[in-house]
């Protein structure tokens, strides 16, 4: 299994519009950040969960050229803001619908956004075709087993997911943008080999771990390695990531995590 972290950061995104800021003016290239979404490559199969704003401009930098699976964790825009550039993907299949799965708030945001591409095939081609579909619990594929779970985060959930690679037994969580982990998310998460969480910022926010919560929620996870990601530009990445425990580091652009 590889990850490939497209974005680790978030609407106040680094360097932020009007900004010169310590980070925001940076030169350590980890402190450039579009916002978040990850590439998970599980036994072959290519599962991409979520679509930034900056998603085109991830996929030609990161050679993200295959998609089998799509999942978006929520409604909220910097992750389906970039949806629209799925027609590529799309297209290599012929013009026919790609399948989100996602949550009901998900799915009534993609049909706001894209009412244009809710059909089983293009109606040009070269356009996107989404079919809607509810994340099911646990997906069973050749490849392995996806689980998900509902996260607080604000007045909505978001999904959390955890993906194990059937030859490998490999096995990874990905809880983007929550408040806390429930105790299913906990269970679900529990000796991951890897795990990437929010962790915001070092402030406590209403609706996101900060960094400190983070590090303390996942120490119930008994993982093996810990990133951070969904960072804003209040914290640098350097002095930051020297900060945590041993075994936590912070995501970012371009990272790759082979297991």
């Known amino acids: 299994m590889e990850v490939i972290i497209l974005g680790s950061g978030t609407s106040q995104g680094v360097p932020m519009i009007g900004c010169s800021c310590p980070v925001c003016t940076s030169a350590d290239p980890r402190n450039k950040r579009t916002r978040t979404s990850i590439h998970v490559v599980m036994d072959g199969l290519h599962v991409q969960v979520d679509a930034a704003p900056e998603f085109r401009i991830q996929c030609v930098r990161e050679g993200v050229d295959r998609l089998d699976l799509f999942i978006l964790t929520h409604g909220h825009s910097d992750h389906l803001a970039g949806m629209d550039d799925l027609r590529r993907f799309c297209d290599s299949r012929g013009g026919g619908a790609l399948t989100i799965h996602t949550t009901p708030d998900g799915r009534a945001r993609v049909e706001a956004i894209y009412p244009y591409a809710i059909a089983e095939r ?54 983007t943008d929550c408040k806390r982990l429930t105790q299913e998310a906990v269970e679900l998460a529990w000796g991951s080999d890897a795990v990437v969480i929010d962790g915001l910022r070092p402030l406590p926010h209403p609706s996101h771990l900060s960094i400190g919560e983070a590090v303390e929620a996942a120490r119930g996870l008994g993982a093996r390695r810990v990133w951070l990601t969904h960072l804003t530009h209040l914290t640098d990445h350097g002095p930051a990531e020297a900060a945590l425990p041993e075994g936590y580091c912070l995501a970012h652009d371009g990272l790759r995590i082979p297991l």
């Open 122 to 175: 293009a109606t040009v081609r070269g356009y996107p075709a989404f079919r809607l579909e509810d994340m099911p619990r646990r997906m069973d594929l050749p490849q392995g087993t996806i689980l998900s779970t509902l996260l607080p985060h604000g007045e909505t959930h978001t999904l959390g997911l955890v993906f194990i690679e059937k030859s490998s037994g490999r096995k990874f969580a990905y809880y």
